[in-house]
């Protein structure tokens, strides 16, 4: 094996984050280097793959994947990182870890439960949630949004779908073209989309399930979710001494190597970046892929001018409706219906990217 020849010199790195770049990384380069992960579950789960396991709990088998089925030739700390010293990584439950190189790739501060049993109930939960709902509100029309109500509305066409966003259009991340052609999508398949309102997630009562939005309406619904924006899981490095290396939304300043500004020895990949980019899963894989490679050249002591840079990449962007269409938008033009489905709607990359993990794309083994 290729790292064998470093048996016994092998650089410590730290890879705080075991999401969709970190886990990435850990599994690239742990022959190469004598890695710990450092995340606060005991699992991956391909986060663009969480929408279909609300409304089919079982392919949350293959989505959801423990750290120690890809990660074999590691250390992994079920913790979360509380601070950074130029040595040491420290975690809530008193771990220090000693590092040569670190990489943060934290990416959003998702809550989710610790080990994989609980998530894979959870979702189980959130399926039963649905079935018994007569009515269901949607809070937020931005991916998240628009593809649960796609997957519920072609799961079960006979719930009563309202989604409310306080935007003027749909996914403003993309362009309008899109976003209308999205909307029309919707409208058929009887899904309400009520824009430029906000829901009062607290004005509903237990026995009639009445939501007030600011707009002075009042929406039946038997149950909601929530999708709007989750925030950056960078809060805590204002305490650490990265703190100055945050802009103004808390993500982390990097240079053409993604190595953060102004260190020799710390990468940030993910979403986590300040790159100015879509922040995408397939790009945080291309994230993981340049710093494994800088990382390699590195810890080999290889020269910084080797060292790969990354180019941001243009607005591309593929939104699942359901289980056999999809809206995308390249560059140059935008599609809606099969053709974009075939791409991505079907199996939504679950099985590249278990394989990318150095596992089976369909089998599981619990």
Same mark, same amino acid.
């Given at each position: 094996?290729?790292?064998?020849?470093?048996?016994?010199?092998?650089?410590?790195?730290?890879?705080?984050?075991?999401?969709?770049?970190?886990?990435?990384?850990?599994? *690239?380069?742990?022959?190469?280097?004598?890695?710990?992960?450092?995340?606060?579950?005991?699992?991956?789960?391909?986060?663009?793959?969480?929408?279909?396991?609300?409304?089919?709990?079982?392919?949350?088998?293959?989505?959801?994947?423990? !750290?120690?089925?890809?990660?074999?030739?590691?250390?992994?700390?079920?913790?979360? /990182?509380?601070?950074?010293?130029?040595?040491?990584?420290?975690?809530?439950?008193?771990?220090?870890?000693?590092?040569?190189?670190?990489?943060?790739?934290?990416? !959003?501060?998702?809550?989710?439960?610790?080990?994989?049993?609980?998530?894979?109930?959870?979702?189980?939960?959130?399926?039963?949630?649905?079935?018994?709902?007569?009515?269901?509100?949607?809070?937020?029309?931005?991916?998240?949004?628009?593809?649960? /109500?796609?997957?519920?509305?072609?799961?079960?066409?006979?719930?009563?779908? *309202?989604?409310?966003?306080?935007?003027?259009?749909?996914?403003?991340?993309?362009?309008?073209?899109?976003?209308?052609?999205?909307?029309?999508?919707?409208?058929?398949?009887?899904?309400?989309?009520?824009?430029?309102?906000?829901?009062?997630?607290?004005?509903?009562?237990?026995?009639?399930?009445?939501?007030?939005?600011?707009?002075?309406?009042?929406?039946?619904?038997?149950? !909601?979710?929530?999708?709007?924006?989750?925030?950056?899981?960078?809060?805590?490095?204002?305490?650490?001494?990265?703190?100055?290396?945050?802009?103004?939304?808390?993500?982390?300043?990097?240079?053409?190597?993604?190595?953060?500004?102004?260190?020799?020895?710390?990468?940030?990949?993910?979403?986590?970046?300040?790159?100015?980019?879509?922040?995408?899963?397939?790009?945080?894989?291309? !994230?993981?892929?340049?710093?494994?490679?800088?990382?390699?050249?590195?810890?080999?002591?290889?020269?910084?001018?080797?060292?790969?840079?990354?180019? /941001?990449?243009?607005?591309? /962007?593929?939104?699942?409706?359901?289980?056999?269409?999809?809206?995308?938008?390249?560059?140059?033009?935008?599609?809606?219906?099969?053709?974009?489905?075939?791409?991505?709607?079907?199996?939504?990359?679950?099985?590249?990217?278990?394989?990318?993990?150095?596992?089976?794309?369909?089998?599981?083994?619990?």
């Amino acid at each position: 094996m290729e790292g064998q020849e470093l048996e016994g010199q092998k650089s410590k790195l730290v890879i705080i984050g075991g999401g969709v770049a970190g886990s990435l990384l850990a599994k *690239t380069l742990q022959f190469l280097a004598d890695v710990t992960l450092i995340d606060p579950k005991e699992y991956f789960e391909i986060p663009w793959a969480s929408l279909r396991s609300m409304v089919e709990p079982s392919f949350a088998a293959r989505s959801v994947i423990n !750290h120690k089925d890809y990660f074999t030739n590691g250390r992994i700390i079920t913790s979360s /990182a509380v601070n950074i010293t130029e040595t040491e990584v420290l975690t809530a439950d008193g771990h220090s870890i000693a590092y040569d190189y670190l990489v943060v790739a934290t990416g !959003h501060n998702y809550a989710v439960p610790k080990t994989r049993t609980e998530r894979l109930n959870q979702f189980k939960a959130e399926n039963q949630k649905i079935f018994s709902a007569h009515s269901i509100l949607i809070v937020g029309g931005g991916p998240t949004g628009v593809e649960l /109500a796609g997957e519920i509305a072609v799961d079960f066409p006979g719930k009563n779908i *309202t989604l409310v966003h306080k935007g003027s259009r749909l996914m403003e991340f993309i362009g309008q073209r899109a976003a209308n052609r999205t909307m029309n999508w919707l409208k058929s398949k009887r899904v309400e989309v009520k824009l430029e309102q906000k829901v009062d997630l607290g004005s509903d009562s237990d026995e009639m399930k009445m939501y007030k939005t600011s707009a002075g309406e009042t929406i039946r619904a038997d149950c !909601h979710f929530l999708c709007t924006g989750i925030p950056l899981c960078s809060a805590w490095l204002k305490e650490t001494m990265l703190k100055n290396n945050l802009d103004g939304q808390g993500r982390l300043r990097v240079d053409e190597s993604l190595r953060v500004k102004g260190r020799k020895n710390i990468f940030a990949i993910g979403d986590i970046t300040d790159v100015l980019e879509i922040k995408q899963g397939f790009l945080a894989h291309k !994230h993981a892929l340049l710093a494994a490679k800088n990382l390699k050249i590195l810890m080999m002591g290889g020269r910084e001018s080797k060292m790969a840079t990354y180019k /941001a990449s243009s607005a591309v /962007a593929i939104v699942s409706l359901g289980r056999t269409e999809a809206v995308a938008q390249f560059p140059f033009t935008t599609i809606i219906g099969c053709i974009p489905g075939m791409i991505k709607s079907k199996d939504l990359f679950v099985g590249k990217t278990r394989k990318q993990l150095g596992l089976e794309p369909d089998v599981v083994h619990d």
